[in-house]
């Protein structure tokens, strides 16, 4: 359970900071009232969750906007698995996220002998992209001890660019995207994988579609808006 645990936790930082990004851009205004679903799937196509975003809070002072988002993800049987709200703030290009804020107080009391610790360079994107555009490397760390353990666990994202322009076609809607390449390297104890992705990001909307694949480039997971409104 607590492995299970530190995987979702790893899976909405990864989501919620692509969420979060430059919300003081034209690619994520944050606007009180913003729901987005996505509905994430393994590698063979079947439903494995749904997760829901919503901004139940913002403030906007100058070219600095604050905002609380809450979470809540389902399991494949619509079981509610994960809720809580994360805080992040967005000035003129960046965007700080509080990781801690990830971690529901609810859930983290089932683990008493669990400490987690979340630290991290958000994920920036600059508010005008281009084709062919190389992009900042970006990195979430995690130091976990439990039951007299210590355990650290790292992703790195590099070699990220913008490939190219793409429409995509959910049941949200029809979306004119930027297409966003990195490799991921996952560390913990003595394993050290890499995993390439793809996220197709719209203006006005951010993530609509989201893809990790295999080393051989088959797809290993993916998500997908499929709801939205303003």
């Not at 281009?130 to 992703?155: C, E, P, R, Y």
Request: charge should be negative.
């Amino acid at each position: 359970m607590k492995i299970k645990l530190l995987n979702t936790l790893f899976f909405l930082i990864g989501i919620a900071t692509v969420i979060a990004q430059d919300n003081c851009s034209t690619f994520y205004p944050m606007n009180e009232g913003v729901s987005m679903e996505y509905t994430n799937y393994n590698k063979k196509g079947k439903i494995e969750g749904v997760s829901n975003y919503k901004v139940i809070e913002a403030n906007h002072s100058g070219d600095t906007t604050t905002a609380t988002m809450s979470i809540n993800l389902k399991d494949n049987k619509g079981k509610d698995i994960y809720n809580t709200s994360y805080n992040l703030t967005c000035s003129g290009n960046a965007v700080t996220l509080d990781y801690e804020s990830l971690l529901p107080t609810e859930m983290m009391e089932q683990y008493g002998d669990m400490d987690i610790e979340i630290s991290g360079n958000d994920i920036e994107i600059p508010n005008s992209l281009s084709v062919g555009q190389n992009l900042k490397d970006a990195n979430v760390a995690m130091k976990i001890s439990m039951s007299g353990i210590n355990m650290n666990m790292t992703v790195d994202m590099t070699n990220r660019k913008v490939e190219k322009k793409e429409s995509v076609t959910t049941t949200a809607g029809t979306y004119d995207c930027f297409v966003l390449y990195s490799e991921n390297r996952s560390k913990m104890m003595m394993a050290n994988q890499v995993y390439p992705s793809r996220v197709w990001l719209a203006e006005s909307i951010g993530m609509v579609k989201q893809e990790t694949y295999k080393k051989n480039g088959d797809v290993m997971s993916s998500t997908l808006l499929t709801a939205h409104s303003k």
